[in-house]
Nanobody
Framework: QVQLVESGGGLVQAGDSLRLSCAAS????????MGWFRQAPGKERDVVAS????????TYSDSVKGRFIISRDNAKNTVYLQMNSLKPEDTAVYYC????????????WGQGTQVTVSS
């Protein structure tokens, strides 16, 4: 089992920056990739960014490309999401997720952290 704990959410103004952290514990050797998702009220949960644990290949949704940066510190089993030039439409609950090697879906989820961007 793997446990994920997010931190770093909050209330900011448009144009501000915020960094989210996701600390993984437990059987982390089984993890292949980690990602950030978000869910706004009344909308589906969508992927924001992902990063492979080894190799560091990253992917981003079009809505955040050029503004958000995902990174990892394998020694700390932590993944970060640096969010710059935040917009009101970035307001959502942000979830960290982890995918095991050989899995086609994300197997573990954090509890979520609220990010609110005021205009």
């Amino acid at each position: 089992q793997v446990q994920l704990v997010e931190s770093g959410g909050g209330l900011v103004q448009a144009g501000d920056s915020l960094r989210l952290s996701c600390a993984a514990s437990g059987w982390t050797n089984s993890l292949y990739a980690m990602g950030w998702f978000r869910q706004a009220p009344g909308k589906e949960r969508d992927v924001v960014a992902s990063i492979e644990r080894f190799g560091g290949i990253t992917t981003y949704s079009d809505s955040v490309k050029g503004r958000f940066i995902i990174s990892r510190d394998n020694a700390k089993n932590t993944v970060y999401l640096q969010m710059n030039s935040l917009k009101p439409e970035d307001t959502a609950v942000y979830y960290c997720a982890a995918r095991e090697l050989g899995s086609s879906r994300y197997n573990y989820w954090g509890q979520g952290t609220q990010v609110t961007v005021s205009s």
